[in-house]
C-alpha cells in the first residue's frame, strides 16, 4: 500500500491538483458511489521488491496509475496536467513519512469517454521507487 500513500500524499500536496479537485476528491484503489467529479482514483499496476546480489535489497518499484475524472475534457486533460506536474519528476524526495522516493512518468498516457459522454478520463501511469 506505501506506493499509493506515496502518489496520494503528494498529489494532497500540490496546489496544482487540489485547485481542481479537493484532497478528499483523491480516492485509492476504487471510486465511492456517489463521488462527483473532477476527482481522482489512483491503483497500483504492478510492483516488486529490487534484487541485489546479497538478496532483497527493499527498494520497492511499483507501477500506479492516476486516474482522472472530469465532467469535461479540458478539465480531465487539466486536471491530468496537474498530476503530471506533480508525480513526474521527483528525485529523492521525501513524501509524507517516506524518504529517498523518485517517481516518473511510465509513458502511458490514454483517454477515454463514458459511453454517454457525461464523464471524461484521463489516465497516466507513474514509476515509484523508495527503500524501506
Request: hydrophobic residues 40%; charged residues 20%.
Amino acid at each position: 500500500m506505501s506506493a499509493l500513500e506515496i502518489a496520494i500524499t503528494k498529489l494532497t500536496a500540490t496546489s496544482a491538483v487540489t485547485s481542481i479537485t479537493t484532497a478528499a476528491g483523491i480516492y485509492p484503489i476504487d471510486l465511492p458511489q456517489g463521488a462527483s467529479a473532477p476527482c481522482l482514483v489512483v491503483n497500483i499496476v504492478s510492483g516488486f521488491d529490487e534484487q541485489m546480489l546479497d538478496g532483497a535489497g527493499k527498494y520497492y518499484r511499483h507501477r500506479v496509475t492516476v486516474e482522472c475524472n472530469a465532467y469535461t475534457a479540458d478539465e480531465a486533460m487539466a486536471l491530468g496536467d496537474a498530476v503530471m506536474s506533480a508525480l513526474q519528476e521527483n528525485i529523492n524526495a521525501t513524501i509524507g513519512s517516506f524518504s529517498g522516493v523518485t517517481t516518473q512518468f511510465a509513458d502511458l498516457d490514454r483517454t477515454d469517454t463514458s459511453d454517454d459522454r457525461s464523464t471524461y478520463r484521463r489516465l497516466l501511469d507513474f514509476f515509484i521507487r523508495w527503500r524501506h
